[in-house]
Nanobody
């Protein structure tokens, strides 16, 4: 049973930084893609970033490119999302997700397993 546990959310002022963590367990993730999505109130869940576990290749939404960085610690089976220069529009619940056959990394439907989400609030 795959489990994803997010942590690191909170309240921060605009321009500040946060680092989210996603600890994965339940199997070997070498063939998996790890993704971060977010959902603001009244909006659809949207892609933030993804990482191919085996190669470390990373993909970013245009809205976060240059501000957010995804990384992994293979020894800890943990993925991190470093968020810098946060803006009020980054306020959302952030979800970690993973799947083995993710053909389109920006589409939530390709990810089989999801964490419970962690709230990020950016004040202006």
């Amino acid at each position: 049973q795959v489990q994803l546990e997010e942590s690191g959310g909170g309240l921060v002022q605009a321009g500040g930084s946060l680092r989210l963590s996603c600890a994965a367990s339940g199997r070997t993730f070498s063939t998996y893609t790890m993704g971060w999505f977010r959902q603001a109130p009244g909006k659809e869940r949207e892609f933030v970033t993804a990482l191919t576990w085996s190669t470390g290749s990373a993909y970013y939404a245009d809205s976060v490119k240059g501000r957010f960085t995804i990384s992994r610690d293979t020894a800890k089976n943990t993925v991190y999302l470093q968020m810098n220069n946060l803006k009020p529009e980054d306020t959302a619940v952030y979800y970690c997700a993973t799947g083995e056959f993710v053909l389109q990394h920006f589409i939530p439907g390709f990810y089989r397993y999801w964490g419970q989400g962690t709230q990020v609030t950016v004040s202006s």
